[in-house]
């Protein structure tokens, strides 16, 4: 089973901007599609953004469409999310997230993702 570290734990203010990455070990990251949840105080998980094995493919939600940008690159292993124009209501933890697919350009459903990294907190001050 693939292995997942995020880093990039932040302190920013509303407007700024923060890099997370997540980095796969154990298994090649190019045979999984990626996403990025968050999970703030009190609310349930949600899928952020996601991308395809190929990247030809990404969905992100409409709360963080135009301001976050999910990337990748399969020979760091590592998968990246680049988060602009930050609102304090993007504190969270983020978690990034794994799931095997066979077609390089489709996305799992939010909860077939089966490999889990431990999470970073990001908090945006007003």
């Known amino acids: 089973q693939v292995r997942l570290v995020e880093s990039g734990v932040g302190l920013v203010q509303a407007g700024g901007s923060l890099r997370l990455s997540c980095k796969a070990s154990?298994?090649?990251?190019?045979?999984?599609?990626m996403g990025w949840f968050r999970q703030a105080p009190g609310k349930e998980r949600e899928l952020v953004a996601a991308i395809s094995r190929d990247s030809r493919t990404t969905f992100y939600i409409d709360s963080v469409n135009g301001r976050f940008t999910i990337s990748r690159d399969n020979a760091r292993n590592t998968v990246y999310l680049q988060m602009n124009s930050l609102k304090p209501e993007d504190t969270a933890v983020y978690y990034c997230?794994?799931?095997?697919?066979?077609?390089?350009?489709?996305?799992?459903?939010?909860?077939?993702?089966?490999?889990w990294g431990q999470g970073t907190q990001v908090t945006v001050s007003s």
């Open positions: 997230a794994a799931d095997f697919v066979v077609n390089s350009d489709s996305l799992p459903p939010a909860h077939a993702y089966s490999s």
């Open positions: 154990e298994l090649p990251l190019g045979m999984y599609a």
